[in-house]
């Protein structure tokens, strides 16, 4: 039995075929209840008109994609305070962040790291004052050189720790289903309340790509029963959201790719 209001399209996920009032329109049509766009997109739409574009398909916004980036973006508080405002003008439930790697030249990732926490340190009483909570997303360890140095989720644990109120994590399975730590510490995200979003997508083996080879939910190697459960047992009740970035998936027509998502959210999460 299909059950979409569990389910979030993240919209990289058809961004090559849709753009987001296509996107929005072609998940209505499947059911479902909540999307993730990202800024490119509503920059693309204009802001007013995709909070309408979301409002007029009945979709919610699970996550705003992304702000982040503290360590290479020379505006980035400027443009992550922007963020914050977008997401609060589409009703988003949190900011994804990105939080950035190493910058261009340097090989000093415990100072990269410290950049991040400032950064966060920086940019949260600004989001406090929105009301917009900032969700940390630790990525796999092979984007901590240009993506994210934030790599477990006990490191994203520990930065929300020493942050305080405002801020909290992104479950990702691809990024985090390695993680020998993983299912304490997805423990620990509840006790905390830290919990903001589920991400879901597939480990492939080969992943011939390290950007845009991710699998569809069934066609890897990770647990997902298992991830959904530790989840849920945190106390985490929010939408599963499927990104999945792949120029495999990207040739398919865009309402067979959220068909696909549905039917494998519901046959394999
Ligand atoms: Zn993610």
């Known amino acids: 039995m299909s059950h979409t209001t569990d389910l979030s399209i993240n919209l990289a996920t058809i961004r090559a075929q849709c753009d987001l009032r296509a996107a929005c329109e072609a998940c209505a049509r499947h059911g479902i ?5 990202w800024r490119d997109q509503l920059a693309a739409t204009g802001l007013a008109e995709a909070a309408r574009i979301l409002a007029g398909n009945g979709l919610k916004a699970t996550g705003l994609c992304r702000g982040g980036m503290f360590t290479t973006a020379p ?4 443009d992550n305070r922007r963020a914050i405002d977008e997401a609060a003008a589409i009703g988003a439930t949190h900011l994804v962040l990105v939080v950035g790697g190493l910058p261009a030249g340097s090989r000093d990732l415990a100072a990269a790291r410290r950049r991040v926490a400032d950064g966060l340190a920086a940019l949260l009483p600004y989001a406090r004052a929105a009301g917009m909570p900032l969700a940390i997303e630790p990525l796999h360890p092979m984007y901590a050189p240009d993506r994210a ?3 477990t989720l006990a490191q994203a644990l520990d930065l929300c720790d020493a942050l305080g109120d405002g801020v909290g994590v992104v479950l990702d399975t691809y990024h985090l289903w390695w993680d020998p730590e993983l299912w304490p510490q997805i423990a620990r995200a509840g006790r905390d309340g830290r919990i903001l979003a589920h991400h879901i997508s597939d480990f492939l083996v080969p992943t011939r790509d390290l950007l845009n080879d991710r699998g569809m939910m069934g066609d890897g190697v990770i647990d997902f029963p298992a ?5 849920a047992a945190a106390g985490f009740g929010g939408p599963q959201e499927v990104e999945i970035f792949s120029t495999e998936w990207a040739q398919k027509p865009g309402e067979a790719v959220i068909a696909t998502c549905i039917e494998r959210f519901n046959s394999v999460c």
């Open 149 to 151: 140095c934030v790599n």
């Open 75 to 78: 505006d980035a508080l400027d």
């Open 33 to 37: 209840a909540w999307v993730a766009p």
């Open 227 to 231: 991830f959904r459960r530790a989840v």
